[in-house]
């Protein structure tokens, strides 16, 4: 691993901690030539997953779209980072522990609602608004009626 100062490759691992997915891996490391330390985020290489879109298009499975998305709807709360990124941790594990190739969009908005559902009820009600297109104010309600969500 190069250090992100001074390019060099004689770094060395200082501490090693298991991810909250159970998958990946967080180094903290230091250079030997300039002393820098940094963190690296280690995780395995996947087989590449496909996600079909509600118009049937086909994309691959981004995980960056799933932290944008949960970043937008928490946006408003006080989270800190490492926060959010174990949701996006939980929510990818949630996703891709049946082995899936193919995920609908759908499959993986109703994850990222559980998740957040119990996580935080307001950013659930924000990504809900998003996910699912209300035609008027009372679905929107009966919506969040059905959803145990207290307001």
Do not use: W
Request: hydrophobic content about 35%; overall charge positive; some cysteine.
């Amino acid at each position: 691993m190069q250090c992100l100062r001074c390019r060099s490759e004689d770094t060395r691992v200082i501490d090693t901690r298991m991810g909250v997915d159970g998958f990946s891996i967080k180094r903290r490391r230091v250079c030997n030539r300039c002393g820098f330390r940094f963190s690296t985020l280690e995780t395995p290489v996947r087989e590449e997953i496909t996600v079909e879109k509600r118009d049937g298009r086909i994309e691959e499975f981004d995980r960056q779209k799933i932290a944008t998305s949960l970043r937008a709807a928490l946006k408003k709360g006080d989270h800190q980072r490492d926060r959010v990124e174990a949701l996006v941790d939980t929510v990818v594990a949630r996703l891709l522990s049946d082995g899936k190739k193919r995920l609908a969009s759908a499959e993986i908005g109703i994850v990222v609602l559980d998740v957040l559902k119990n996580f935080d009820e307001l950013a659930y009600l924000r990504y809900l608004t998003v996910y699912q297109s209300f035609a008027n104010l009372d679905d929107f309600k009966n919506q969040i009626l059905k959803s145990e969500v207290k307001t």
